[in-house]
């Protein structure tokens, strides 16, 4: 760990008792800039590591580039004018029916390099479906609104986000822009410049420091185990092998830490363009920085599957069935076998997506990972008030529903987050329709969390084919239901025991919590 590694040798995989990761010793990968294998790979385990170098010394090494530009914050801060001011070298302010929804794709050359830049949309609803496009191989910069913060806005502005983006890569790399510098004294900004900054290292800090005492206490319950562990220590009764596996992802979190900005970057979009030329300017020196981004070495045979699969993009299709790809490879002379650890590394890496754990999901690649962005933009829509009438004529057309079930259908759904498929028709309408599709995207929500699948009932009305309902939490009304106190009174009647489990969060809690959590728990409870 931490011995600056950049690649292993070619027949490193003859090592076949080596072991990954363990308190004693094994493969330890942390701290290096390793370019072969890449990043991805190594911290896959010593499988996905051997089966990296088998394939380079089939074919050859080729290096490759992905590097992007992931833009978000709170709704309303400014990320699109600002993103608007970066590529187009001069102001043009968002207007309020250009705020984004989901996800915005642009491609930006700059001073001979090329990058992808995401736009994320701020709602809260967007958070979940974000985190499929978080990748280590982006410089990720974080905006917010330097004019309406204050100390109170710093978890929602800031501490949320960061939070959010090193739950999905531990190591990011942070750059934090604050916009409308324009309405601000340069006093006022100093003033919240040297304060985010003193929180943001002072909660980077704390979180270390609990870290390093719950290692500490791990080493002391694993000597415990060893020699007989007293009942009231906080870790009594786990096995060694739970408790070596618990250091060893502690390891993991205290040696991928997030690269925090030492700087907060100030601008303007509007027609000054105040600290735009630097914020380009800065977003390059990150991204050229081989120590932030060493250069990704794949085998040529990985490169060219990646490639064929970017080339059928062009097609109509959502997603590529798994015996289409194993085909197109095979016409490369890459055998199933060996299709699957390529497939693995690319959506690793953002480049596909691909639930091989998933009984449904495993049968199909989405090789257009942004073309889901259309799914998602339909199903949680910005217009639902004008979409949810009666007189839109894909409600008639696609629905197949009269005045009435229509009435129905649109109260099940902005009242309790209920949605017919023949409804889940009318969203995604224009976006895919065939059966096989709509299939898939339940498959994917369920995936995601996002929803669930009612019991059937026969008086689902909306429907072309079997009786279904889908329950979407993040439609839910959070008005008291009227018969809350009737199901869970007050009082706990004689004959009855409640349980209650409480859990404190660290700082705040994760944005999606309590949806997922409805979605999990679904399948305990019916």
Not at 376 to 393: C, M, Q, V
Request: charged letters at 25%; aromatic letters at 8%; glycine letters at 6%.
């Amino acid at each position: 760990m931490g011995n600056k590694l950049t690649e292993l040798p070619l027949n490193f995989d003859a090592l076949t008792n080596l072991q990954h990761r363990s308190i004693d010793g094994g493969l330890d990968l942390f701290n290096n800039e390793m370019q072969m294998p890449p990043r991805n790979v190594c911290d896959s385990g010593v499988e996905s590591v051997f089966q990296y170098l088998k394939e380079i010394r089939r074919t050859k090494p080729v290096e490759v580039d992905r590097r992007k530009i992931l833009v978000f914050g709170e709704s309303g801060a400014g990320k699109t004018s600002m993103i608007h001011a970066m590529l187009n070298g001069k102001s043009r302010l968002a207007l309020p029916d250009e705020q984004t929804h989901v996800l915005d794709q642009h491609m930006w050359a700059v001073e001979g390099e090329r990058f992808q830049v995401n736009d994320f949309g701020g709602q809260q609803m967007y958070h979940v479906t974000n985190q499929l496009f978080f990748t280590k191989s982006a410089v990720n910069v974080l905006v917010f609104d330097i004019n309406r913060y204050d100390a109170s806005r710093y978890d929602r502005d800031i501490g949320d986000w960061v939070q959010a983006v090193t739950a999905q890569v531990p190591d990011a790399v942070l750059l934090l822009v604050g916009t409308h510098s324009d309405l601000c004294s340069a006093a006022e900004v100093q003033k919240k410049k040297t304060k985010i900054l003193e929180t943001m290292q002072q909660r980077e800090r704390s979180i270390v420091e609990d870290i390093e005492e719950e290692m500490f206490q791990v080493k002391e319950a694993l000597r415990g185990e060893r020699h007989g562990l007293f009942s009231g220590h906080r870790f009594a009764g786990m096995s060694g092998e739970d408790l070596a596996e618990r250091h060893r992802l502690l390891q993991l979190t205290l040696t991928s830490r997030p690269v925090l900005p030492k700087e907060l970057i100030i601008v303007s979009s509007a027609d000054s363009m105040d600290g735009i030329p630097y914020l380009v300017h800065t977003i390059l020196q990150y991204a050229q920085n081989r120590q932030l981004f060493p250069k990704t070495v794949v085998p040529e045979s990985w490169a060219e599957l990646e490639k064929r699969l970017a080339e059928s993009r062009d097609g109509p299709e959502h997603f590529l069935t798994y015996e289409q790809v194993v085909r197109m490879a095979g016409e490369d002379g890459l055998t199933e076998e060996r299709v699957i650890p390529a497939l693995r590394y690319l959506h690793l890496v953002g480049e596909i997506l691909w639930y091989e754990d998933n009984v449904m999901l495993k049968e199909y690649i989405f090789h257009k990972p942004s073309k889901l962005i259309d799914i998602f933009k339909a199903i949680f829509r910005h217009d639902i008030a004008i979409f949810l009438t009666y007189g839109n004529e894909v409600v008639r057309r696609v629905g197949h529903m009269t005045k009435q079930q229509f009435r129905l259908v649109k109260s099940r759904f902005l009242k309790g987050g209920q949605m017919s498929v023949g409804l889940l028709r009318c969203f995604l309408s224009g976006v895919c329709e065939d059966r096989e599709s709509l299939t898939v995207v339940v498959s994917l929500l369920e995936k995601f969390e996002l929803c669930y699948q009612l019991p059937d009932s026969d008086a689902t009305p909306g429907l072309t084919g079997p009786s279904a309902l889908l329950f979407l939490p993040w439609y839910l009304s959070y008005k008291e239901p009227s018969n809350l106190n009737r199901m869970w009174p007050p009082n706990i009647p004689a004959n009855c025991r409640q349980l209650q489990v409480a859990y404190l969060f660290p700082s705040v809690h994760p944005c999606g919590l309590f949806e997922r959590m409805l979605v999990r728990l679904q399948r305990h409870v019916t």
